[in-house]
């Protein structure tokens, strides 16, 4: 059975609807208040703070992004204060937009675990295991929850393999603070019945809750059919899209029936 975990006042797992997350993206802090203010007017449960359009390139001083890092999220707080904060740094070999190494990833990511300014983390599994447990300390430490996250931009791994990465993922942190998180792109149709099948299967025997997403037009049924097969969350835009084939939020609510 599925173990709950707590963004805010926000329950995953359990049982409960699909949750609507939504991205807030922009290259300066000014865009991201812009965009945290939209979801005051749609029915979104969570906002992601996709932190990484605000670093720039690869040599930008640990301080100054810090800093800036930490500006952003109370911008963000002071113009949604209603809504439990996901903070994520998505680096560019997972699709995001900013080239890091894993200590400096490790450091911001522990950062913002301590500063207080966010209800959850998003931690990649792909970066050294060395990375990823000095920031799991930080997050245990600081009493808030992880996304464990991996994406496939260019492909959908077999099956057995999605369903081998999402239970490799439960190992890493205990049910009721983890969520495991999977993005894959389709191919064909049958990647998408893969993925959902994954995720099905895995609902069954995890304990944590799950993120499942086929990425693309191609994938946007998985982003609906979460009570279905598994996922206990869906991603949809206020702003600008952070992934391929995203809905609207208000879509998405719709959709669901919210």
């Known amino acids: 059975m599925t173990t709950g975990v707590m963004i805010g006042e926000v329950s995953l797992g359990e049982g409960h609807r699909t949750a609507i997350i939504a991205p807030v993206l922009g290259s300066s802090v000014s865009v991201l208040r812009e965009h945290?203010?939209?979801?005051?007017?749609?029915?979104?449960?969570?906002?992601?703070?996709?932190?990484?359009?605000?670093?720039g390139g690869a040599d930008v001083p640990l301080a100054q992004a810090e800093s800036t890092i930490i500006d952003a999220l109370r911008a963000v707080r002071a113009a949604a204060p209603s809504h439990p904060l996901l903070a994520t740094i998505r680096t560019a070999s997972e699709g995001g937009t900013w080239s890091v190494t894993d200590d400096v990833y490790a450091e911001l990511l522990g950062a913002i675990a301590k500063s207080g300014l966010a209800e959850a983390l998003d931690v990649e599994i792909a970066r050294h295991p060395a990375a990823i447990s000095s920031v799991l300390e930080a997050t245990e430490t600081s009493g808030i929850p992880v996304v464990l996250s991996r994406h496939y931009f260019e492909s959908t791994p077999p099956r057995e393999?999605?369903?081998?990465?999402?239970?490799?993922?439960?190992?890493?942190?205990?049910?009721?603070?983890?969520?495991?998180?999977?993005?894959?792109?389709?191919?064909?149709?049958?990647?998408?019945l893969a993925l959902l099948s994954a995720s099905l299967d895995a609902k069954r025997r995890l304990e944590h809750p799950l993120i499942t997403i086929a990425m693309?037009?191609?994938?946007?049924?998985?982003?609906?059919?979460?009570?279905?097969?598994?996922?206990?969350?869906?991603?949809?835009?206020?702003?600008?899209?952070?992934?391929?084939?995203?809905?609207?939020?208000?879509?998405?609510?719709?959709?669901?029936?919210?």
């Open 36 to 55: 945290a203010a939209l979801a005051r007017e749609v029915p979104v449960d969570i906002l992601e703070v996709r932190l990484d359009h605000l670093l």
């Open 161 to 192: 393999a999605m369903l081998a990465m999402l239970e490799y993922m439960t190992t890493l942190a205990p049910p009721q603070r983890a969520i495991a998180k999977l993005a894959v792109m389709p191919q064909c149709p049958e990647d998408v």
């Open 216 to 258: 693309g037009h191609l994938g946007r049924v998985s982003r609906l059919a979460g009570e279905v097969f598994g996922s206990d969350a869906s991603f949809a835009t206020v702003g600008a899209q952070s992934a391929p084939g995203q809905l609207s939020a208000s879509t998405l609510a719709l959709l669901l029936d919210r």
